[in-house]
């Protein structure tokens, strides 16, 4: 074999091993960007179970001030830890690295099953 043979290899070889590095950080990305979507569906399930709680009319005065406060404090929860903010910024990183590697991502898609 000649030396460039040998070169085209080497370079080949490099650009795999790349490669799979960036599709490691890629699935690192979604799998952060699917916790903190989970962290997130979980505290809106719980603030629709309170304010569902609330709509009923047989609540005493009592249970109406603990739904009111646990609802509040769910909330002031979803505003601190700002989760929507880290999701779409996790996305645009992935999308960016995405298009940069493959030339094309299918985030921020109509599909559900993007991540």
């Known amino acids: 074999m000649s030396p460039k043979k040998f070169t ?11 490669s799979g590095k960036d599709d490691k950080h890629i699935l690192s990305l ?10 997130n569906n979980e505290l809106a399930k719980q603030l629709w179970d309170v304010e569902f709680k609330l709509i009923k009319q047989d ?3 009592e249970q109406l001030t603990q739904l009111t406060q646990l609802k509040e ?10 989760y929507v903010d880290k999701i779409n910024r996790l996305l ?8 940069s590697l493959y030339g094309h991502s299918d985030v921020n898609g109509n599909s559900p099953y993007t991540l």
């Open 8 to 18: 085209l290899l080497d370079k080949k070889h490099v650009e795999s091993a790349q």
């Open 30 to 39: 979604r799998k952060n960007a699917r916790v903190l979507q989970a962290k």
């Open 59 to 61: 609540i005493g005065p």
């Open 73 to 82: 404090t769910i909330t002031q929860k979803l505003i601190e830890e700002n």
């Open 92 to 99: 645009e990183v992935i999308q960016t690295l995405e298009i």
